[in-house]
């Protein structure tokens, strides 16, 4: 069984621009959300996807979108990136929308902007 | 809104010594919780579940509606208990649906 890949897993990015990050999901596993956790901080919810729809939002800009695929796996993307953006970027999956509240994480990627 | 706080974010016991971890939460509804653990150079993963009232590498947790508490005990700590641990909610409905809410974490020490 194939667990939650994530990359990049570290990566650099100035002020303004954009960034993509990609994630695998683990066989079987058909819902995707995306955490970002900042250093000291646990993980913030971003957003959810199911199906390949955005089904649950945490308290974050429209700057912050995401995209399913058909293969469950998923992608976050920033614009306009701000310094305070700069975390740790969890993305966490699990066998489908309303169970049992286990999710299965990534590795992480580590964005830092400058 | 719900929220999930640990008040302790160092914690250091000795070996075979009994250890609590803190978590309070906030939420209107009927909550569903959980701790989740990070042990060095590894990924966050689940501990337990209130739900399921189950034992886990001598880990347990009651969740107190009274005192709207979760705290995570067990009886003699071991060396590899050594981690950071979260306390997270689940929340239900709306925009929430299926979202966790973390709290800050407890870096958990056991001394030999």
């Known amino acids: 069984e194939t667990g939650v890949t994530q990359s990049p897993t570290h990566l650099i990015k100035t002020r303004g621009q954009q960034v993509t990050l990609r994630c695998s999901s683990q066989?079987?596993?058909?819902?995707v959300s995306w955490y970002q956790q900042a250093l000291g901080q646990g993980p913030q919810f971003i957003f959810q996807?199911?199906?390949?729809?955005?089904?649950g939002r945490g308290n974050f800009p429209p700057r912050f979108s995401g995209l399913q695929f058909p293969n469950y796996s998923s992608e976050l993307n920033v614009n306009a990136l701000e310094l305070d953006d700069s975390a740790l970027y969890l993305c966490?999956?699990?066998?489908?929308?309303?169970?049992?509240?286990?999710?299965?994480f990534g590795e992480g990627s580590r964005l830092t902007v400058l | 809104a719900q929220r999930v706080t640990q008040p302790e974010k160092l914690l250091s016991v000795f070996k075979g010594a009994p250890v609590e971890l803190k978590c309070n939460y906030s939420?209107?509804?009927?909550?569903?919780l959980f701790w989740y653990v990070q042990y060095s150079r590894q990924r966050l993963q689940l501990l337990l579940r209130?739900?399921s009232r189950e034992s886990i590498k001598g880990f347990t947790a009651d969740l107190n509606k009274g005192e709207t508490s979760f705290h995570l005990k067990k009886p003699f700590a071991q060396e590899e208990d050594s981690a950071m641990y979260y306390c997270?909610?689940?929340?239900?409905?709306?925009?929430?649906?299926?979202?966790?809410?973390f709290g800050q974490g407890t870096i958990l020490t056991v001394h030999p």
């Open positions: 966490a999956s699990r066998s489908k929308a309303g169970d049992t509240g286990e999710l299965f």
């Open positions: 066989s079987g596993h058909n819902t």
């Open positions: 996807y199911y199906r390949e729809e955005e089904n």
């Open positions: 939420y209107s509804g009927s909550p569903e």
């Open positions: 209130h739900i």
């Open positions: 997270a909610l689940k929340g239900a409905g709306g925009t929430s649906y299926g979202k966790l809410t």
